[in-house]
């Protein structure tokens, strides 16, 4: 959208948003803006507030103050004209056990207005969609949680609303089902606005093109994923070198971006290993091989690690609290890698061991 | 009205297909059943008015039950079972308006509750058949008698929806409906007495007097009267629980 360098008509509109219950703020002066056709996805913790904002958004729950607006409307003044723009997906899928699943679509698709015919296609679409024909028949009560979800996935698209909120529509599903939802979430971000709430982040990264994270009740971070990542997060650089200890802490403490009260040292058998972290954004690599080279330092490993969606997660949400726990996090895996191989090394070694020698 | 008319089609449908209906109607007509044949046989015993037959019918144990004990079940899931499992916030968050929710969740029931009344209407028909009583059953006092059952079961029906919207617990809902059912046909003379000096007092007199089920049944509908004063507070006591279960419902909206 953006990138595209014209304005698209905001769908949803969050401003200063609090909500109170009794003396617990489960939202605490949250704003946001979600543009037409984005796919958001509403991270936090459990508890962090993303229901309860889900709620006032749906109309479902009062806001104790700021503004809440769905396609243009106050979501308090005009819930009505909000509800009839939005199709949402309950973190609890509750349905009525008694009734058949196409019956209870077909009740639902009636109550948001679709009409005579258009029903009976209405409902045979969100049922394609979301893979639910072989249930159509069964009870509601009979059919397993996956399905079940489905169903609510179901009646969120029955009347093809431009927006979809759905709450946590992956929970308590397997692999496939999961996958299946991704996939129905990805087709819908052609023609809907779609906010996704999930504590499952590589879910998010897959299917989002925009990240909100909230914690504590309030707002974090708002930004592309991979963007958010690499801006905020300090990435963890490792190096490990033939040379003494304190001449390897000496080159890398010269390089831009390098935080130096992070530096962590071991030396074992002329062997110099050393982490530490790096600025958001920083890539020292290149730099810090040219000197090891200069200095004709035989190296074994020197890799940054970029932080994941989940460390960035962890660091804005729980790291906050830990931050001590947050400097052993271990990251998945490195985007940039320099790793010698082993032979190599060797010959390397031999070669700087004799240049360390005349040194010594 | 159009969210109504589909919730009162989906609340039907969950009357229809709930084993809990079919167990009420089975029970009532097989008391009712074997109360009226009773009456049968005491009528041709003692050689009694055929016609007043009808009358005889309407002062039964199952007539009793009905009123006491079934509105309290007929409503208690309304939104006490909507509360417990959370469907009450998908429907909430559909496009329709609190009002139409209520409407139509009071229509169903008190449609269900006419369904269930309804087919006792042939039990006095019975009666007419020429080599049976071959009675002339008048018309006017069954309507009447009828339509007072309706006013009552609707009032008590509407009391139902307001117990089950103020909480998750359906059986809570039911006693407190059932509760109320039992104030309103035996009440009047526990209030009598609480009030002490004040029962003389004309507005008092008045009030219970309108409130007084047993009375207004016996005196007035049942022998084809219809008073204007007791449909009005039939109908008014519908309209202000409804507007106190929309009230309970629209309150979790308001800030």
């Known amino acids: 959208m953006g990138s595209l360098g014209y304005r698209v008509p905001t769908m949803i509109r969050v401003v200063d948003l609090t909500k109170r219950f009794g003396p617990t703020v489960a939202v605490d002066k949250v704003s946001f803006e979600i543009g037409r056709g984005e796919v958001v996805g509403f991270l936090g913790p459990n508890g962090a507030g993303k229901t309860t904002t889900i709620r006032v958004l749906t109309g479902y729950h009062p806001a104790t103050s700021g503004l809440a607006e769905v396609a243009g409307f106050d979501v308090h003044k005009h819930s009505l004209d909000v509800r009839k723009h939005i199709g949402y997906l309950p973190q609890e899928v509750p349905i009525y056990p008694d009734l058949r699943v196409v019956e209870y679509l077909r009740y639902r698709a009636e109550l948001k207005g679709v009409r005579g015919k258009e029903r009976k296609f209405a409902v045979s679409r969100a049922m394609a969609k979301s893979g639910i024909e072989e249930v159509a028949r069964k009870l509601v009560g009979q059919i397993s949680h996956g399905y079940r979800q489905r169903v609510g996935l179901a009646d969120a698209l029955v009347a093809n609303p431009p927006i979809l909120i759905l709450d946590e529509p992956t929970s308590g599903l397997d692999p496939n089902q999961r996958r299946r939802i991704k996939q129905v979430v990805r087709d819908l971000a052609q023609e809907h606005t779609v906010l996704f709430s999930s504590h499952i982040l590589g879910e998010v990264q897959d299917v989002c093109s925009r990240v909100i994270v909230i914690h504590r009740g309030t707002l974090r971070a708002d930004g592309a994923p991979d963007q958010l990542v690499q801006q905020s997060t300090r990435a963890s650089l490792s190096v490990r070198a033939r040379c003494a200890s304190v001449v390897l802490r000496e080159i890398v403490l010269m390089l831009p971006g390098v935080v130096g009260d992070t530096i962590s040292l071991t030396d074992r058998d002329g062997v110099s290993s050393l982490s530490c972290h790096v600025e958001p954004g920083a890539d020292p690599t290149t730099q810090l091989g040219a000197r090891l080279q200069d200095a004709a330092i035989a190296v074994q490993t020197l890799r940054l690690e970029l932080p994941t969606l989940e460390e960035y997660f962890y660091s804005i949400t729980d790291g906050l609290d830990h931050q001590a726990e947050q400097a052993v996090a271990v990251g998945v895996e490195a985007e940039t890698e320099i790793e010698t191989e082993p032979a190599a090394s060797d010959v390397i070694d031999d070669q700087n061991g004799d240049a360390n020698g005349g040194q010594q | ?255």
């Open chain 2, 1 to 255: 009205m159009r969210g109504a008319i589909t919730t009162l089609k989906k609340e039907l449908l969950s009357y229809a297909v709930s084993p809990v209906s079919w167990i009420i109607a089975f029970l009532f007509y097989l008391i009712r059943g074997s109360e009226v044949s009773n009456i049968v046989y005491g009528f041709a015993m003692f050689r009694a008015d055929v016609n007043q037959f009808p009358a005889a019918t309407y002062g039964v144990n199952s007539t009793f039950n009905m009123v006491l004990l079934v509105p309290g079940i007929v409503t208690m899931r309304c939104f006490a079972e909507e509360r417990r499992t959370g469907s009450i916030e998908t429907l909430m968050t559909a496009p329709l308006r609190d009002s139409e929710v209520v409407i139509g969740k009071w229509l169903a029931a008190t449609v269900f509750f006419a369904l269930l009344w309804l087919p006792s209407v042939f039990l006095l028909h019975l009666m007419e058949y020429p080599d049976y009583f071959n009675a002339d059953i008048s018309f006017g006092p069954v309507f009447s008698a009828y339509l007072g059952m309706f006013l009552l079961s609707g009032f008590l029906l509407a009391f139902g929806c307001f117990a089950s919207s103020l909480t998750d617990n359906v059986l809570l809902a039911a006693i407190v409906t059932i509760l109320f059912s039992g104030a309103m046909v035996n009440g009047r003379g526990i209030l009598l007495q609480a009030l002490g000096e004040w029962r003389d007092n004309y507005y008092a007199r008045e009030l219970l007097a309108k409130m007084d089920v047993q009375g207004n049944f016996s005196n007035w509908f049942a022998r084809g009267l219809i008073d204007t004063s007791q449909v009005a507070f039939y109908l008014g006591g519908i309209g202000f629980f409804l507007f106190l279960t929309w009230t309970s419902l629209t309150s979790r909206r308001l800030a």
